[in-house]
């Protein structure tokens, strides 16, 4: 057990003390006036309960919690389909450069000439990467890049007098964004069965494509699937979705297993985006910011959101926002500018030569993996797999252990958990993704914990069952936050919370918190 | 082992339907709501709305994920429980009894003998 026993950490209200400084304010050098005598009218909310503490108290509560974080500088971190790779410290380096740190939106373009080359560049090489003729930086997230996607889809539609078309294909396997994306975007999205080899079911999908004859807007596939396998069929796929009148769609979160190697846009897809915060570095989990850049094929070029970064003839670089058939602005200023410096760095550094050794590394970690693991838990569609691997723990249940008991019990072992019950429709699932930066020695010490885990569920299935042991608190109340989420605090809750030792007591009670996720 | 009680009908997306006289209630059953776990949230169809069977008629949302109810049987939907928008563990608690959703005015009442019986579900289900 690599975890100490950690203690939850009180707020910091109930730190609070009546009269404690942390910093003392010169004097008033203008009168002193009641707010309601300056304001009258006016409702002011008056006594505001800040808690009062002195600098130390302050440091020590924030380092703390930071403390009961897990992170990937400081552990393994194989949580499946987020691709929480090691972001290399040099790429905050150039983040930092006054040249890009310092510069404000509005500046004049003369005097920001450095910061519209990173964004053209970078249009450059992640088109290059993904195969694809143009590329917008603009959205914030990959579910941001999905919509602007199915946005880029229905224009191109429209354009073409084809704006009738109602229907979105996504396998039943797919991230649960996509359907909402294409929900979101008006469209009813249809699902595609999966075959016996974790496939789309091809003959499912022909049927389909019948039955909404020319009702087809497009598909949304990830290749890799959600289950980490490669979609053999997807020239074909892209063929008869094309013949059908449909644009194909690709999912890009799991270009990681592709990078360097293949390219979304040379299989046939027409329109990507990319997680910027997955496959290119950026740090991923702590609440953004992401980038989920979308590349597009020719045909949907003219779409793109304005503006989008050029190179005029002389040299100099400029904002395009004379775009005539531009769907608009997605989106304030020109997306998430630092984490696209960040990510260009990352892809500089690698450059054209060795971008490959990323995929590489990152698929035959996850084979590693899956061969020796795989000896211990069932794998959920047993072949070679591409940068993550799907297990089934059903065979546990005869020990009344479920995946959510084997990741809770995976903490203790000092590991961030895998991904769970993701995709649906493998029951009792782990998705377990290594990424490239982990060394032979980090996932064989992640193997001997999972095995040393199913040797408990035969022997000792209660160990499993309260986990985990060495954090602050045990299993939390997913089902209480999902009912009532309420993230603010109130010294009405709090003084009745603390009442009943919610706070005080570790490890005992069940605690209401929001699920953390992974962006999308 | 699952609860399966003797006397209602199944359908393999994990509905169940109990018919008395011309009625039916539907529900989702003990298998389905320990696969789900902790159900936070519920859809459900108003009253007067009419169903064929297959038909999306709610939709059910737990913390591991949003999964669509379907319609065993066709006919009119004569009474919702309401009492579950708020208590959704009743689902998990008492998937049978006071986790019922939906109640409907059979339009064939043949049409449950269709579905699978008791001892096909358990088969459906692996056990």
Same mark, same amino acid.
């Given at each position: 057990?690599?975890?100490?026993?950690?203690?939850?950490?009180?707020?910091?209200?109930?730190?609070?003390?009546?009269?404690?400084?942390?910093?003392?304010?010169?004097?008033?050098?203008?009168?002193?006036?009641?707010?309601?005598?300056?304001?009258?009218?006016?409702p002011?909310?008056?006594?505001?309960?800040?808690?009062?503490?002195?600098?130390?108290?302050?440091?020590?509560?924030?380092?703390?919690?930071?403390?009961l974080?897990?992170?990937?500088?400081?552990?393994?971190?194989?949580?499946?389909?987020?691709?929480?790779?090691?972001?290399?410290?040099?790429n905050?380096?150039?983040?930092?450069?006054?040249?890009?740190?310092?510069?404000?939106?509005?500046?004049?373009?003369?005097?920001?000439q450095?910061?519209?080359?990173?964004?053209?560049?970078?249009?450059?090489?992640l088109?290059?990467?993904?195969?694809m003729?143009?590329?917008?930086?603009?959205?914030?997230?990959?579910?941001?890049?999905?919509?602007?996607?199915?946005?880029?889809?229905?224009?191109?539609?429209?354009?073409?007098?084809?704006?009738?078309?109602?229907?979105?294909?996504?396998?039943?396997?797919?991230?649960?964004?996509?359907?909402?994306?294409?929900?979101?975007?008006?469209?009813?999205?249809?699902?595609?069965?999966?075959?016996?080899?974790?496939?789309?079911?091809?003959?499912?999908?022909?049927?389909?494509?019948?039955?909404?004859?020319?009702?087809?807007?497009?598909?949304?596939?990830?290749?890799?699937?959600?289950?980490?396998?490669?979609?053999?069929?997807?020239?074909?796929?892209?063929?008869?979705?094309?013949?059908?009148?449909?644009?194909?769609?690709?999912?890009?979160?799991?270009?990681?297993?592709?990078?360097?190697?293949?390219?979304?846009?040379?299989?046939?897809?027409?329109?990507?985006?990319?997680?910027?915060?997955?496959?290119?570095?950026?740090?991923?989990?702590?609440?953004?910011?992401?980038?989920?850049?979308?590349?597009?094929?020719?045909?949907?070029?003219?779409?793109?959101?304005?503006p989008?970064?050029?190179?005029?003839?002389?040299?100099?670089?400029?904002?395009?926002?004379?775009?005539?058939?531009?769907?608009?602005?997605i989106?304030?200023?020109?997306?998430?500018?630092?984490?696209?410096?960040?990510?260009?760095?990352?892809?500089?550094?690698?450059?054209?030569?060795?971008?490959?050794?990323?995929?590489?590394?990152?698929?035959?970690?996850?084979?590693?993996?899956?061969?020796?693991?795989?000896?211990?838990?069932?794998?959920?569609?047993?072949?070679?797999?591409?940068?993550?691997?799907?297990?089934?723990?059903?065979?546990?249940?005869?020990?009344?252990?479920?995946?959510?008991?084997?990741?809770?019990?995976v903490?203790?072992?000092?590991?961030?958990?895998?991904?769970?019950?993701?995709?649906?429709?493998?029951?009792?699932?782990?998705?377990i993704?290594?990424?490239?930066?982990?060394?032979?020695?980090?996932?064989?010490?992640?193997? /001997?914990?999972?095995?040393?885990?199913?040797?408990?569920?035969?022997?000792n299935?209660?160990?499993?069952?309260?986990?985990?042991?060495?954090?602050?608190?045990?299993?939390?109340?997913?089902?209480?936050?999902?009912?009532?989420?309420?993230?603010?605090?109130?010294?009405?809750?709090?003084?009745?919370?603390?009442?009943?030792?919610? /706070?005080?007591?570790?490890?005992?009670?069940?605690?209401?918190?929001a699920?953390?996720?992974?962006?999308? | 082992?699952?609860?399966?009680?003797?006397?209602?009908?199944?359908?393999?997306?994990?509905?169940?339907?109990?018919?008395?006289?011309?009625?039916?209630?539907?529900?989702?059953?003990?298998?389905?709501?320990?696969?789900?776990?902790?159900?936070?949230?519920?859809?459900?169809?108003?009253?007067?709305?009419?169903?064929?069977?297959?038909?999306?008629?709610?939709?059910?949302?737990?913390?591991?994920?949003?999964?669509?109810?379907?319609?065993?049987?066709?006919?009119?939907?004569?009474?919702?429980?309401?009492?579950?928008?708020?208590?959704?563990?009743?689902i998990?608690?008492?998937?049978?009894?006071?986790?019922?959703?939906?109640?409907?005015?059979?339009?064939?009442?043949?049409?449950?003998?269709?579905?699978?019986?008791?001892?096909?579900?358990?088969?459906?289900?692996?056990?």
């Amino acid at each position: 057990m690599s975890n100490d026993l950690k203690t939850i950490e009180p707020t910091l209200f109930e730190l609070s003390r009546p009269g404690r400084l942390g910093a003392s304010l010169p004097g008033c050098d203008v009168p002193e006036r009641e707010p309601a005598d300056l304001l009258p009218g006016v409702p002011l909310r008056g006594g505001v309960p800040l808690p009062e503490l002195a600098e130390p108290d302050v440091i020590r509560h924030f380092l703390h919690l930071s403390s009961l974080n897990y992170c990937v500088d400081q552990g393994f971190y194989p949580l499946g389909s987020c691709t929480m790779k090691y972001n290399p410290k040099i790429n905050d380096e150039a983040v930092r450069l006054p040249g890009f740190a310092r510069i404000h939106p509005y500046q004049p373009e003369e005097t920001c000439q450095g910061a519209l080359e990173v964004l053209w560049q970078m249009q450059s090489a992640l088109g290059a990467v993904l195969g694809m003729d143009a590329v917008s930086l603009h959205p914030s997230a990959g579910a941001h890049g999905e919509m602007l996607g199915l946005m880029l889809i229905r224009a191109y539609h429209d354009h073409h007098g084809q704006g009738k078309r109602r229907s979105v294909l996504v396998p039943k396997a797919a991230h649960g964004t996509n359907p909402a994306s294409a929900a979101r975007c008006g469209y009813k999205t249809v699902s595609i069965d999966t075959d016996a080899r974790g496939l789309v079911d091809m003959g499912h999908l022909r049927t389909l494509l019948e039955q909404h004859e020319g009702d087809v807007a497009g598909l949304m596939l990830t290749n890799p699937n959600t289950l980490g396998l490669f979609e053999e069929d997807i020239v074909e796929i892209c063929d008869v979705v094309h013949r059908a009148g449909g644009l194909m769609y690709c999912d890009g979160a799991n270009m990681n297993a592709l990078v360097g190697t293949a390219r979304p846009g040379d299989m046939g897809f027409d329109v990507m985006h990319v997680n910027l915060h997955k496959t290119f570095c950026i740090p991923h989990g702590g609440g953004g910011p992401g980038a989920g850049p979308v590349g597009v094929k020719k045909i949907l070029e003219p779409f793109l959101p304005v503006p989008q970064a050029l190179r005029r003839e002389d040299g100099t670089f400029t904002l395009d926002y004379e775009r005539p058939l531009s769907i608009g602005k997605i989106g304030s200023f020109y997306g998430a500018f630092l984490a696209i410096v960040r990510a260009y760095a990352y892809i500089r550094h690698y450059g054209r030569e060795h971008l490959a050794e990323i995929s590489e590394n990152a698929v035959l970690n996850a084979n590693y993996l899956r061969a020796r693991l795989g000896k211990t838990f069932e794998v959920a569609y047993d072949r070679t797999c591409m940068h993550e691997c799907v297990f089934t723990l059903k065979a546990f249940k005869s020990h009344g252990v479920k995946a959510l008991d084997v990741a809770k019990r995976v903490i203790d072992y000092g590991y961030h958990p895998p991904t769970m019950y993701f995709p649906l429709i493998v029951p009792e699932c782990l998705m377990i993704e290594p990424t490239e930066t982990e060394s032979l020695e980090t996932i064989d010490g992640f193997i /001997t914990a999972m095995e040393s885990i199913a040797r408990e569920a035969e022997e000792n299935p209660q160990i499993i069952l309260d986990a985990p042991h060495t954090a602050p608190v045990r299993r939390l109340d997913e089902a209480l936050a999902a009912r009532s989420l309420d993230l603010s605090w109130s010294s009405d809750r709090e003084s009745s919370a603390s009442a009943q030792g919610r /706070t005080t007591t570790p490890g005992t009670g069940r605690e209401a918190a929001a699920t953390p996720v992974c962006e999308a | 082992m699952s609860d399966i009680r003797p006397g209602f009908r199944y359908t393999k997306s994990h509905e169940w339907v109990k018919v008395e006289g011309d009625t039916a209630t539907i529900g989702i059953t003990d298998h389905a709501q320990e696969e789900l776990g902790d159900i936070v949230y519920i859809e459900l169809p108003e009253v007067g709305r009419v169903l064929s069977a297959d038909d999306v008629f709610g939709t059910v949302e737990s913390v591991k994920a949003v999964s669509e109810l379907y319609a065993p049987v066709s006919g009119e939907v004569v009474a919702v429980n309401e009492a579950l928008s708020g208590s959704e563990a009743a689902i998990n608690e008492s998937p049978y009894e006071t986790g019922w959703m939906i109640t409907v005015k059979l339009k064939d009442p043949a049409e449950a003998g269709k579905l699978l019986d008791p001892d096909a579900y358990r088969s459906q289900i692996g056990e």
